[in-house]
């Protein structure tokens, strides 16, 4: 479930839609979070499903550490990537924000997280080499997504978390205990899916 104060828009015929804050999203503030309407799905069966289908789900989608397809029901599946993205996927089924989100800000995230199948090319952003996500960025950026995550932890207790009722409390725990020893009590790596030929 997406944070409620989001709405979708237009944002150019290049990205299309994306979804944009209504309200003031402070750090540390859980912007979404996966729910029981949300869909997980099988590979294999997102296999079996027709052309059309699949590449629906699989655009939509991203696969969880399990190799799951996780289809957002609402507009969470709308969030666009950023390689200066303001949210950031956690180890506990849900994503955090990383800044502060002022109103009309659009809510990006790091897809490196996502366990892409294929490469992204992405639009070029100022500042930043690179210019594909692929699937092992993961592996190879979990150290500053986790410094992220950390920095962000710290504010968890200290903001309203509309969507707190959807983390279990043991996630709870070790985000609180990681801001407090400010040390790394799961690392975001812990998400990476290895797929075995």
Same mark, same amino acid.
């Given at each position: 479930?997406?944070?409620?104060?989001?709405?979708?828009?237009?944002?150019?015929?290049?990205?299309?839609?994306?979804?944009?804050?209504?309200?003031?999203?402070?750090?540390?503030?859980?912007?979404?979070?996966?729910?029981?309407?949300?869909?997980?799905?099988?590979?294999?069966?997102?296999?079996?499903?027709?052309?059309?289908?699949?590449?629906?789900? *699989? *655009?939509?989608?991203?696969?969880?550490?399990?190799?799951? !397809?996780?289809?957002?029901?609402?507009?969470?599946?709308?969030?666009?990537?950023?390689?200066?993205?303001?949210?950031?996927?956690?180890?506990?089924?849900?994503?955090?924000?990383?800044?502060?989100?002022?109103? #009309?800000?659009?809510?990006?995230?790091?897809?490196?997280?996502?366990?892409?199948?294929?490469?992204?090319?992405?639009?070029?952003?100022? #500042?930043?080499?690179?210019?594909?996500?692929?699937?092992?960025?993961?592996?190879?950026?979990? $150290?500053?997504?986790?410094?992220?995550?950390?920095?962000? !932890?710290?504010?968890?207790?200290?903001?309203?978390?509309?969507? #707190?009722?959807?983390?279990?409390?043991?996630? $709870? $725990?070790?985000?609180?205990?990681?801001?407090?020893?400010?040390?790394?009590?799961?690392?975001?790596?812990?998400?990476?899916?290895?797929?075995?030929?």
């Amino acid at each position: 479930m997406i944070h409620p104060d989001t709405e979708l828009r237009y944002v150019n015929d290049e990205i299309g839609f994306g979804v944009f804050a209504t309200k003031f999203i402070p750090k540390g503030t859980i912007v979404w979070a996966l729910d029981d309407l949300d869909q997980v799905l099988d590979p294999s069966f997102v296999e079996s499903l027709d052309y059309q289908r699949r590449n629906q789900v *699989k *655009k939509y989608s991203y696969r969880d550490h399990k190799g799951r !397809y996780i289809l957002s029901w609402d507009l969470g599946q709308f969030v666009n990537h950023s390689f200066k993205a303001n949210c950031i996927s956690t180890p506990y089924d849900s994503e955090i924000a990383i800044k502060d989100i002022e109103p #009309g800000t659009q809510l990006t995230d790091e897809y490196g997280c996502l366990n892409l199948e294929e490469p992204f090319a992405c639009l070029p952003e100022k #500042g930043v080499e690179r210019t594909y996500v692929c699937k092992d960025d993961l592996l190879e950026y979990y $150290k500053e997504w986790d410094q992220l995550l950390l920095d962000a !932890y710290q504010f968890v207790d200290k903001v309203e978390q509309p969507l #707190g009722f959807l983390i279990p409390s043991e996630d $709870k $725990k070790k985000m609180k205990l990681a801001a407090e020893q400010k040390e790394v009590i799961e690392s975001i790596k812990s998400l990476y899916f290895e797929d075995k030929p």
